[in-house]
């Protein structure tokens, strides 16, 4: 035996440390290794728990924005009206009760968009209809063009016939006579003092009142 031993002495010894270099290997690097494997997933895991979720920019963008608009005339409960944008004359009306069964509403474009500040009026039927097509049609032009004005009021003392005629139900004729009128008898003293110029009566000067000034 010793005969043996001596001879494969060096084959034994290779043997013994290629052997030790794999046990090394299988309890220490491959342990340091599924550990540092189980730390990245411990570490993903984590970091997808507490991330939050992105919104995508085109949701926000395209939520429609809160308008208010005032209903007025034959309507069964008129007032002011909270809305969305993407609303239509139609939606205002119905929001405000339907119209009334004394309601003129051939004029009256339903398929409109609501616009922020925009006053709908609806004419009954024994109100003239041209004059109410006029009113309409500048109460159109009035709520497209003010949008960016911060006051919304028209200085009716100082107003050129094309300012004035911006106003819902003011036409070239109407803004002719409020100019004439300030000419002759001097500047308007107070709102109500408009209702004294010829052509301007209670319904048309309810649409004025809130947006025209005297100062």
Same mark, same amino acid.
């Given at each position: 035996?010793q005969?043996f031993?001596?001879?494969? %002495?060096k084959?034994?010894?290779?043997f013994?440390s290629?052997?030790?270099?794999? @046990? @090394?290997?299988?309890?220490?690097?491959?342990?340091?290794?599924n550990?540092?494997?189980?730390?990245?997933?411990?570490?993903?895991?984590m970091?997808t728990?507490g991330s939050?979720p992105?919104?995508?920019?085109?949701e926000? =963008?395209d939520?429609?924005?809160?308008?208010?608009v005032d209903v007025?005339g034959?309507?069964?409960?008129?007032?002011v009206?909270t809305?969305s944008?993407e609303?239509?004359?139609?939606?205002?009306i119905?929001?405000?009760g339907g119209?009334?069964?004394d309601?003129?509403?051939?004029?009256?474009n339903h398929?409109?968009?609501?616009?922020?500040?925009?006053v709908?009026?609806?004419?009954n039927?024994?109100?003239?209809?041209?004059?109410?097509?006029?009113?309409?049609?500048?109460?159109?032009?009035?709520?497209s063009?003010?949008?960016?004005?911060?006051?919304?009021?028209i200085?009716?003392?100082k107003a050129? =016939?094309?300012?004035l005629?911006q106003l819902?139900g003011v036409g070239?004729?109407?803004a002719?006579?409020?100019i004439q009128h300030?000419s002759?008898?001097g500047?308007f003293?107070?709102v109500d003092?408009?209702?004294q110029?010829?052509?301007i009566?209670? %319904?048309?000067f =309810?649409?004025l009142?809130?947006?025209i000034? @005297?100062?």
């Open positions: 035996m005969p031993v001596e001879k494969y %002495k084959q034994i010894t290779i013994g290629v052997l030790a270099v794999i @046990v @090394v290997y299988f309890f220490f690097i491959q342990d340091s290794s550990s540092a494997t189980i730390e990245t997933i411990d570490q993903m895991a970091a728990i939050t992105n919104i995508p920019e085109t926000l =963008e939520t429609p924005q809160t308008i208010i007025k034959a309507v069964k409960y008129p007032g009206y809305l944008e609303q239509r004359i139609v939606d205002a119905e929001a405000a119209y009334t069964d309601a003129n509403p051939i004029l009256i398929a409109q968009k609501l616009q922020d500040e925009m709908v009026y609806i004419p039927s024994s109100e003239d209809a041209l004059e109410e097509m006029e009113l309409l049609l500048q109460m159109t032009e009035t709520n063009t003010s949008s960016g004005n911060s006051s919304g009021k200085n009716i003392n050129t =016939e094309s300012e005629t819902p070239p004729s109407k002719s006579a409020i300030r002759e008898h500047n003293q107070k003092d408009l209702k110029v010829t052509g009566g209670d %319904k048309t =309810e649409q009142k809130d947006l000034d @005297v100062k």
